[in-house]
Structure formats: structure tokens, C-alpha cells
T-cell receptor, first 110, second 120 residues
Framework: GQNIDQPTEMTATEGAIVQINCTYQ??????LFWYQQHAGEAPTFLSY????GLEEKGRFSSFLSRSKGYSYLLLKELQMKDSASYLC???????????FGTGTRLQVFP | GAVVSQHPSRVICKSGTSVKIECRSL??????MFWYRQFPKQSLMLMAT?????????EQGVEKDKFLINHASLTLSTLTVTSAHPEDSSFYIC????????????????FGPGTRLTVL
């Protein structure tokens, strides 16, 4: 079966750093995506990890450990507009599918 | 970046009617498109995978006769919700697969803006 877990909700303060974790147990793994989704809108692509390690892209970084079935999204210098849901999604090997985690709703306070 | 459009963005219909949702990739050709459903405060659930020129592959528990998918060209896929009922009210999102900046082992999915369906 496929199981992807994320914390349901997180809160943080403007200017701070927040780490959103994602653990997965899937039958076949190709890579892991992070998407941001504002309420009522479609997800937008943030990052993609295939190999172990950290990928940095501006204020956002994503880390992957394939052996541990673990990823995190790191958001630095938080802004109010970062309040959104963050979805991790596993690309299943040898298929076209993305399996999404439960999503983490992040609320940034001033 | 790759752009995917969906039409309509919102639709309200009476129970028993059919509703068609279009998904278009505007600046790239998408051999594969995906249809998802998202209920409030929940994550995306894959409904079906649509390949151009062939029958869609439906996920377990999704009724293929109720959710008709057609992928007639490399830039257009349609989802028709037949005989809609209030429990079909949801946010329907399509995605099209594009390239992920040189990482050849898989391709990034780019999402349309979604269609909010309300069945009365």
C-alpha cells in the first residue's frame, strides 16, 4: 500500500524558519515533489528531489533521504503570503502516478 | 513555466445533469494528463490517468461510467461527470505532465486552476 504522512497543521511567525516533514512508505519510489496550494487554488510546483540531499531554491529548500523514507521542506524568512497548504507527493516508479500526502496547513502570524 | 488551463472555473448544476470540464495544456504537448478530486481540507486524490489516444486508467473505487474521460489531442483532456449528484460536489483539478528541468527520471506535473463543482 501507499502511505504518506505529514503534520496536519503548523504555525509560525513572520521572518522565522519552519520545517515541514513528510514520511512515506510506498511500493516503488521515483522521486518526491513538494507543492504549495493556497485555499481554492491549484497546487503550484515548489521542488523535486530524486537523490539524497538538500536542494535549495531561494527561500525554500527540500531534503530527501531515500533510505529513511523521509523528506522535509524548509521555508526561511517566512512571509505572510507563505500561509498555505504544503503537499508532498511521491512519484511511483514505473508509473505516471503521483501519490499525495495529507497536506500541511501552515499559518504565518505577524 | 508550463501553463495548464481548466474550464469552467466554477459550475453549479442540478442533480441528474451532466457536466463537462476541459483541461488544456497551453504551451506544451501533454501525452499524459491526470484528473484529481479534492474535498475541503483534504489532499488531492487521483481519479484517473489519461493518455492521448487511448482509454483512461481509473483508480480503484472511481466509477468509469460516471466519470467519462476523453483525451482526444495532445493538448486537451475532458472529464464529464454524468448524472451528477450532490455527493459529487468537489474541487476537480487536472494536471499535465511536462519536463522537470533536466531531471529525466520523471516529469513534473503542472496543475490547472481547478473547477469547483456544486451539485444542487
Amino acid at each position: 500500500g501507499q502511505n504518506i504522512d505529514q503534520p496536519t497543521e503548523m504555525t509560525a511567525t513572520e521572518g522565522a524558519i519552519v520545517q515541514i516533514n513528510c514520511t512515506y512508505q510506498t511500493s516503488g519510489f521515483n522521486g518526491l515533489f513538494w507543492y504549495q496550494q493556497h485555499a481554492g487554488e491549484a497546487p503550484t510546483f515548489l521542488s523535486y528531489n530524486v537523490l539524497d540531499g538538500l536542494e535549495e531554491k531561494g527561500r525554500f529548500s527540500s531534503f530527501l533521504s531515500r533510505s529513511k523514507g523521509y523528506s522535509y521542506l524548509l521555508l526561511k524568512e517566512l512571509q505572510m503570503k507563505d500561509s498555505a497548504s504544503y503537499l508532498c507527493a511521491v512519484s511511483i516508479y514505473n508509473t505516471d502516478k503521483l501519490i499525495f500526502g495529507t497536506g500541511t496547513r501552515l499559518q504565518v502570524f505577524p | 513555466g508550463a501553463v495548464v488551463s481548466q474550464h469552467p472555473s466554477r459550475v453549479i448544476c442540478k442533480s441528474g445533469t451532466s457536466v463537462k470540464i476541459e483541461c488544456r495544456s497551453l504551451d506544451f504537448q501533454a501525452t499524459t494528463m491526470f484528473w484529481y478530486r479534492q474535498f475541503p481540507k483534504q489532499s488531492l486524490m487521483l481519479m484517473a490517468t489519461s493518455n492521448e489516444g487511448s482509454k483512461a486508467t481509473y483508480e480503484q473505487g472511481v466509477e468509469k461510467d460516471k466519470f467519462l474521460i476523453n483525451h482526444a489531442s495532445l493538448t486537451l483532456s475532458t472529464l464529464t461527470v454524468t448524472s451528477a449528484h450532490p455527493e459529487d460536489s468537489s474541487f476537480y483539478i487536472c494536471s499535465a505532465r511536462g519536463t522537470s528541468g533536466g531531471k529525466s527520471s520523471t516529469d513534473t506535473q503542472y496543475f490547472g486552476p481547478g473547477t469547483r463543482l456544486t451539485v444542487l
